[in-house]
């Protein structure tokens, strides 16, 4: 399946996923700082939310994340997704068919799979129309302290899959170039931004990682 993402979105950068917070308001001015400061694409993710707050809240970014020129992923839920006309939708292993919700929300929809360590479901996921897929945790995580790791290795195994290949897991400022020369073409961090003192000076760190490789990175 011949997907093309939207050329006025980054392909490269820094991959904002949302804390979990209640405080709307909050929520929207926490992601309007990482937002303001380059963040490529963003993710609605709250685990502890019900239904309702979630709608609000997906609703409430959405003109935020236009004005910034940033796609809007909803975590899980491609119902969600299809019901604001959110940019597209994440799917884990438990979130339905990726094909399904290919049909629902259209071709230029922003699809991605979570694929772990494992390069066959990234395969399975390309052909059944993702637009990216997701790979780790490729160090410990604090918000899945039980996810299983997967070594960098898999970031340049996958190179031909020909769609943009998202690192997550632990990823600080430190450790992210390691994955950024290995291949990935984003990282997903939520709380090494919104938890950081200066989320703005933490994104500003993460899109550095983005920097040509030298010849020190590719040894």
């Not at 050329?7 to 909050?26: E, N």
């Not at 899945?144 to 898999?154: C, L, Y």
């Not at 899959?161 to 998202?166: A, E, K, S």
């Not at 938890?195 to 030298?214: H, I, M, N, Q, S």
Request: charged letters at 20%; proline letters at 6%.
């Amino acid at each position: 399946m011949q997907l093309s993402i939207n050329p006025d979105w980054p392909r490269r950068g820094l991959y904002a996923i949302t804390p979990d917070d209640a405080d709307t308001k909050r929520l929207l001015a926490r992601v309007e700082t990482v937002l303001r400061a380059g963040a490529a694409w963003l993710q609605y993710r709250n685990k502890h939310a019900d239904q309702v707050l979630r709608d609000q809240q997906a609703r409430a970014l959405q003109p935020l994340c236009r004005l910034h020129g940033v796609p809007l992923i909803i975590n899980d839920d491609w119902r969600l997704a299809a019901a604001i006309g959110a940019d597209g939708a994440h799917l884990g292993k438990d979130d339905g068919e990726l094909t399904v919700a290919r049909a629902a929300l259209g071709r230029g929809a922003l699809i991605g799979a979570s694929c772990y360590d494992d390069l066959a479901l990234a395969q399975r996921a390309v052909a059944g129309g993702a637009s990216y897929v997701a790979f780790g945790a490729f160090f410990p995580s604090t918000t899945k302290p039980s996810a299983r790791r997967a070594p960098t290795g898999v970031l340049r195994d996958t190179a031909q899959l020909g769609v943009p290949r998202v690192a997550i897991g632990g990823i600080t400022p430190d450790n992210a170039r390691s994955l950024v020369v290995a291949g990935a073409d984003l990282v997903a961090v939520i709380s090494g931004v919104f938890d950081a003192p200066d989320p703005a000076a933490a994104t500003r760190a993460y899109l550095a990682c983005f920097a040509e490789p030298t010849e020190e990175d590719r040894r």
